[in-house]
C-alpha cells in the first residue's frame, strides 16, 4: 500500500510539472546579430572602424617621422657636441613619450565610444523586449549563442532589429 501511495504521488507530480512546462513558450535572440546589424549599431561600427583606421594611419606616420629622426640623430653622435645630442636627445625622447600618449589616448577615447555605443543600444534594446514579451506572452528569451539547436519559427532576431531600427535609427558618435 505504501509503494502505491508513493507510485500515485510521485505519477500526479510529473503530470502537473509536464503540463506547466507544456504552457510555457520560449523563444530565441541572436543578440551580438542585433548589435551588429541594426542600423544604429552598423553606424556606429562603421566610424569607429574609420576613426580608428585613420589614427592608426596618423600615428604610423609619426613613428616613422620619429625613427628618421633617432636616426639622423645617430647619425651625427660623432660630429655634435656633448650638450647638443644630450638636448637633442632629450627633446626626441619627449616627443616620443608625446606620440605615446596621444596615441593611448586616442585608443582610450576609442574604446570609450565604444561601450557608450553598446550600453545605449541595450538600454534602448531592452524596454523592446520586455514589450515584445508582454505582448506575445512569452516566458523565457535566451541568447542564441547559448542554444545549440531550434526551430526557426521560434528566432525572433529579425523582429527585434526590425523594432530597434525604428526606434533608434542612428546614435550620432562625433
Given amino acids: 500500500m505504501k509503494y502505491l501511495v ?9 503530470l502537473i510539472s509536464t503540463h506547466a512546462v507544456a504552457e510555457q513558450k520560449l523563444v530565441y535572440l541572436d543578440l551580438k546579430f542585433v548589435l551588429n546589424s541594426s542600423k544604429a549599431g552598423k553606424e556606429a561600427q562603421d566610424f ?38 644630450k638636448s637633442k636627445s632629450d627633446e626626441l625622447r619627449k616627443k616620443v613619450v608625446e606620440y605615446q600618449k596621444d596615441r593611448r589616448s586616442s585608443l582610450d577615447k576609442i574604446t570609450s565610444q565604444r561601450a557608450e555605443a553598446r550600453q545605449t543600444l541595450l538600454k534602448t534594446l531592452d524596454p523592446i523586449i520586455q514589450e ?40 550620432n558618435l562625433k
Fill in 6 to 14: 508513493k507510485f500515485f504521488v510521485v505519477t500526479f507530480l510529473v
Fill in 48 to 85: 569607429l572602424q574609420k576613426t580608428f583606421k585613420t589614427n592608426q594611419k596618423k600615428y604610423a606616420d609619426l613613428e616613422v617621422e620619429l625613427k628618421k629622426e633617432e636616426n639622423d640623430l645617430l647619425a651625427n653622435k660623432t660630429t655634435l657636441s656633448k650638450e647638443d645630442y
Fill in 132 to 171: 515584445y514579451i508582454q505582448e506575445n506572452k512569452i516566458s523565457i528569451i535566451l541568447d542564441k549563442k547559448n542554444i545549440l539547436g531550434g526551430d526557426q519559427g521560434i528566432d525572433i532576431t529579425d523582429i527585434i532589429i526590425e523594432k530597434l531600427n525604428k526606434k533608434l535609427p542612428s546614435l
